[in-house]
C-alpha cells in the first residue's frame, strides 16, 4: 500500500487524478463522436472517468454485432474496448486512466473508421 500512495503522490494527488480522467473521458468521446459523425449529447457534468459514444450504424444493433465488432477490434486491431447494444445501435464505452492517453483514442478512432469503411 505505502507504494501505491506514493505513487499517486508522484501523480499529484487523487484531485488531479480524477481531473485528468475526466478530462481525457470527456474530451476523447467528444473526438470519438465527431470523428465518426455521430451524436454525443451527454451533458459533461454526467461524465465521470467514463462515457458512452455511439458507433455509426453500420456496425448493427445486436449483442452479436457487439460482440462480432469487439472481437475484431481486439483481434485484428490489438484495442480492447467495450461495446454494447442499447437504445437500437451499438455504442462504445471508453474508459479514462492515468495509463490512458488522448492517442488511445485516436488509434480507436480510426480502426472503427477502417471498419467502417470496410462493411
Do not use: C, K
Not at 3 to 23: C, E, K, R, V
Not at 73 to 79: C, N, R, W
Amino acid at each position: 500500500a505505502p507504494a501505491a500512495f506514493a505513487f499517486i503522490d508522484q501523480l499529484g494527488g487523487l484531485d488531479a487524478i480524477t481531473s485528468w480522467n475526466h478530462d481525457l473521458a470527456w474530451h476523447g468521446a467528444r473526438f470519438l463522436a465527431e470523428r465518426w459523425d455521430v451524436a454525443f449529447d451527454t451533458p459533461e457534468s454526467m461524465v465521470g472517468s467514463m462515457a458512452s459514444v455511439p458507433l455509426p450504424e453500420v456496425f448493427g444493433t445486436t449483442r452479436e454485432d457487439a460482440a462480432r465488432l469487439r472481437d475484431q477490434l481486439l483481434f485484428g486491431d490489438g484495442i480492447e474496448v467495450g461495446i454494447s447494444a442499447a437504445w437500437g445501435r451499438l455504442h462504445v464505452r471508453v474508459a479514462a486512466q492515468v495509463y490512458v492517453e488522448m492517442r488511445d483514442y485516436e488509434r480507436l478512432a480510426d480502426a472503427v473508421f477502417a471498419r467502417a469503411r470496410r462493411t
